[in-house]
């Protein structure tokens, strides 16, 4: 009909931008030029042409284009709300996101098409972190249109980043039950399922995405990324081969196969991965580049390739986040510890962050009011940072220590806890009344914790003396043998944890020792390992009738040593000031820091790193000599 109205009357500029939008519709992008600049050659500033061309210009990826067509649509026609919201658009496509917003608000003043504008805004909100803001936003448009599935999409994403998952689980089914059809619902509600270690259910959600269709690029992406959270990595590699066969210049599958190969450990290759994909717009490419880099032993251009992302992309939550690890572990910790809260804004770190009603406590004199500090991620980071439960009822605060179930019973060996500035809760429960919240890791930021100033008055966690008596009784000494405990195992689930970990078989040259007492303190399956163990060599299960840590900080007690890779154990022995060797890969987590063989946090510590990847032969026979001359033993 376009093309007899053109026939009809060429004069026309109105057929010809009618014209323009059917074939743009069609991603005939040429053809669709031709027609919007036809009716420009009628007009040189027609404002439905030139807001057309934008629009094209926008689906080709070509915002600088799209708002020099814009501006002049604006300059003809100041109050085009299509205009202003695609001048928003391109803004917000080259990452100008308060310029956005404003065109988007001006658009909603103006009372027409408010929840298209509503829409943009709650967007563009959402990228600026100002979510509260986002969520009234994307409300709106539901009151106005509550058949809007795509609001109700963008709605379940944004209480997901908050950690609301069953109000996110709701607006992704609404917005499902609005379009069964619609793929990208589908992925999403997959990956909030897989949040909730609903893996089964999310892998469902997957096939009916792909069973929608099976040639979406962002459908195999999502298989791409299911599987390698899962471990598959031979099914991640078969997916991520078609999404490259079917989209070769597409970002996220080329900063994928760089995770791929950076599992792999092939660095180099990675690197070039990711440099693909921050030429085609990735933003978590640079973080992840910086990545390998570190891990290539290039600490500085580590550090400046993430300082100049997160210059490029200040709210890029996981190129602040690596970079606050990287200055964590270089000892920069004034700068450090303030970017390591954008840990809250990276799903890598915190899929279900922790809301409350409450206010964050910044450092301020609590005049005794209660608040709330709550363990965050794994036992050992929740055994390093609780020191700062006596440094916080320093300023006046009672206590809530909520940490995990198994710490419980150890906790109360603290001196604020005995003393009544502090209780015990799980985590997981709703705790008591309280003022105020904080997270535990939050604590060295608040307190300006540097090297020299880590809280250390002595050991702060003790074992029960009944307990330690049981031990005694179950594992007695044996003459003058030394008494070493022997971790080689951290949480399986931790995502570097098949650096940090080992097996007991690399210990064995270590039961050899005599003189030595070799009494395990591994949990979980890797505590299966035992059994495997040679009749020639002995070593005693001192932790498989374990109920908790307070019963294997009783064992603890009673041993002259303890060896351990990074694990829980090794913080345990170092809160309780007994002498541990720390077992290390070459590149250790960040809190270990580098080039070190001691470490501030635990006076009582050596840490012993392993001089090239995967070198655990090379640091056992360190240990072992060190056993030899540290104990006079053969």
């Not at 909030?192 to 459908?219: G, N």
């Not at 954008?342 to 450092?363: D, I, L």
């Not at 997270?439 to 608040?446: F, G, V």
Request: net charge neutral.
């Amino acid at each position: 009909m376009a093309r007899a109205a053109t026939g009809t009357a060429p004069d026309s500029g109105q057929g010809w931008v009618v014209l323009g939008h059917a074939l743009k519709l069609q991603g005939r992008w040429n053809e669709a030029e031709q027609a919007f600049r036809a009716a420009v050659r009628l007009d040189g500033m027609d404002p439905f042409a030139r807001t057309g061309l934008g629009e094209l210009y926008l689906s080709q990826s070509l915002p600088e284009e799209a708002m020099r067509e814009y501006a002049m649509a604006l300059s003809r026609a100041p109050a085009s709300i299509p205009a202003m919201v695609g001048m928003g658009h391109a803004l917000a496509a080259l990452g100008r996101n308060e310029e956005a917003l404003e065109q988007y608000e001006k658009a909603v003043a103006l009372g027409r098409r408010g929840a298209e504008a509503e829409f943009a805004a709650g967007y563009v909100l959402a990228r600026l972190e100002r979510l509260d803001e986002a969520e009234v936003r994307y409300r709106r448009v539901l009151a106005q249109r509550p058949d809007c599935a795509a609001a109700w999409t963008n709605l379940g994403c944004l209480l997901q980043q908050q950690g609301r998952l069953n109000q996110a689980e709701a607006a992704f089914q609404r917005s499902i039950e609005l379009r069964p059809e619609s793929v990208s619902s589908w992925i999403h509600l997959s990956c909030l399922r897989r949040d909730q270690h609903r893996t089964a259910e999310a892998k469902q959600c997957l096939e009916r995405a792909f069973a929608l269709d099976a040639e979406s690029v962002p459908v195999q992406l999502a298989w791409c990324q299911f599987c390698e959270a899962e471990g598959d990595l031979a099914g991640a590699w078969k997916w991520l081969r078609g999404v490259v066969c079917r989209a070769p210049d597409n970002a996220e599958a080329h900063n994928l196969r760089g995770i791929l190969l950076h599992r792999a450990d092939c660095f180099a290759e990675a690197i070039e991965a990711f440099e693909r994909a921050e030429e085609l717009g990735s933003e978590a490419a640079a973080a992840n580049r910086g990545n390998c880099l570190l891990d290539l032993g290039r600490a500085k251009e580590a550090r400046r390739t993430l300082e100049e992302a997160v210059a490029h992309s200040p709210m890029s939550a996981g190129s602040c986040y690596n970079l606050a690890l990287l200055q964590l572990r270089l000892g920069e910790w004034k700068q450090g510890w303030a970017n390591y809260e954008a840990r809250w804004r990276f799903r890598e770190v915190h899929r279900t962050p922790m809301r409350f009603k409450q206010p964050r406590w910044n450092g301020e004199p609590l005049n005794g009011r209660r608040i709330l500090l709550h363990a965050e991620q794994g036992l050992g980071d929740a055994i390093q940072f609780c020191r700062y439960a006596a440094l916080v009822a320093g300023r006046g605060g009672k206590v809530i220590l909520q940490v995990h179930a198994p710490l419980m019973r150890l906790m109360q060996s603290m001196d604020v806890v005995r003393g009544g500035d502090a209780e015990v809760a799980e985590l997981g429960i709703e705790a008591s009344a309280f003022d105020a919240e904080c997270p535990l890791m939050s604590l060295p930021a608040i307190f300006e914790t540097e090297i020299e100033s880590v809280p250390w008055s002595g050991a702060y966690l003790a074992a029960d003396a009944e307990l330690v008596a049981k031990k005694l009784a179950e594992f007695p000494r044996d003459g003058g043998k030394l008494r070493v405990g022997l971790a080689w195992a951290g949480n399986p689930r931790y995502k570097a944890d098949r650096r940090r970990s080992t097996q007991l078989k690399t210990f064995w040259p270590l039961l050899k020792t005599a003189g030595v007492t070799w009494i395990s303190l591994q949990k979980g399956a890797a505590a299966a390992q035992l059994k495997d163990v040679p009749d020639e060599l002995a070593i005693l299960d001192g932790a498989g009738g374990d109920r908790d840590l307070a019963d294997t900080a009783a064992l603890i007690d009673t041993l002259d040593l303890v060896i351990t890779t990074d694990t829980s154990i090794a913080h345990l022995a170092g809160a309780m000031g007994k002498p541990v060797w720390i077992v290390l890969a070459h590149l250790p987590d960040w809190r270990w820091m580098e080039m070190r063989e001691t470490s501030p946090w635990y006076p009582t510590a050596r840490l012993f790193r392993q001089e090239s990847p995967g070198d655990w032969g090379g640091v056992v026979k360190w240990i072992k000599a060190e056993i030899s001359h540290s104990f006079k033993i053969a």
